[in-house]
């Protein structure tokens, strides 16, 4: 079974600036099965990107997503005050499961 | 508009039973694959397990920890998804969410209801 890590496990950052999010997975994901949500507090998890890179409908531009093989990236290019919130990736992998990252939470600085 | 509403939850002591319901509208329900995910207190997210559509066979997939225990079906007439919930473990309690898996290439759930909450405890 595909592990993903993300770090750091929590980011500690102010509005305005630059948030990058990492996910590693313990082997090879096709990019085509990597997603993204988001995630605040006593609500359901929110679709941000799919495929690794495709933007979910409605998702702001300042979202974006990179990454190939093992090494995935969440970028967040300008935090809104919205945006504080925690992060999981996910991903399908040949056992027909999928598996979400620990998650990392991007907190007010 | 597309909507799931859990319902179903509540405490149960350990080794009982629950079963979740799911009601879906604003798609065609039986054409979708769906998902169940739970998230225990204070933690990250858990697949649970997915149905397919009857059109692809309808079978099912189990996280190893659910597997044997848990039992996920659907009524395509009544669009509803439903997770059967055996020998409950106090572990099992967790916000649990359904949701619409896309499957055409890409692999991701774009639609989660608001959850329903299941407490095991004696």
């Known amino acids: 079974e595909i592990v993903l890590t993300q770090s750091p496990g929590t980011l500690s950052l102010s509005p305005g600036e630059r948030a990058t999010l990492s996910c590693r997975a313990s082997?090879?994901?096709?990019?085509?099965?990597l997603a993204w949500y988001q995630q605040k507090p006593g609500q359901a998890p929110r679709l941000l990107i799919y495929?690794?890179?495709s933007r979910a409908t409605g998702i702001p531009d300042r979202f974006s997503g990179s990454g190939s093989g093992t090494d995935f990236t969440l970028t967040i290019s300008r935090l809104e005050p919205e945006d504080f919130a925690v992060y999981y990736c996910?991903?399908?992998?040949?056992?027909?499961?999928?598996?979400f990252g620990g998650g990392t939470k991007v907190e007010i600085k | 508009e597309v909507q799931l509403v859990e319902s179903g939850g509540g405490l149960v002591k350990p080794g009982g039973s629950l079963r979740l319901s799911c009601a879906a509208s604003?798609?065609?329900?039986?054409?979708?694959?769906m998902s169940w995910v739970r998230q225990a207190p204070g933690k990250g997210l858990e697949w649970v397990g997915r149905?397919?559509?009857?059109?692809?066979?309808?079978?099912?997939d189990y996280a190893a920890p659910v597997k044997g225990r848990f039992t996920i079906s659907r009524d395509d007439s009544k669009n509803t998804l439903y997770l059967q919930m055996n020998s409950l473990k106090t572990e099992d309690t967790a916000v649990y969410y359904c949701?619409?898996?896309?499957?055409?290439?890409?692999?991701?759930?774009?639609?989660w209801g608001k959850g329903t909450t299941v407490t095991v405890s004696s």
């Open positions: 949701g619409i898996l896309r499957h055409y290439y890409y692999y991701y759930m774009d639609v």
């Open positions: 604003g798609f065609t329900f039986s054409n979708a694959w």
């Open positions: 149905i397919k559509s009857k059109t692809d066979g309808g079978t099912t």
């Open positions: 082997q090879s994901v096709s990019s085509s099965y």
């Open positions: 495929g690794a890179s």
């Open positions: 996910q991903q399908y992998g040949s056992s027909r499961a999928l598996t």
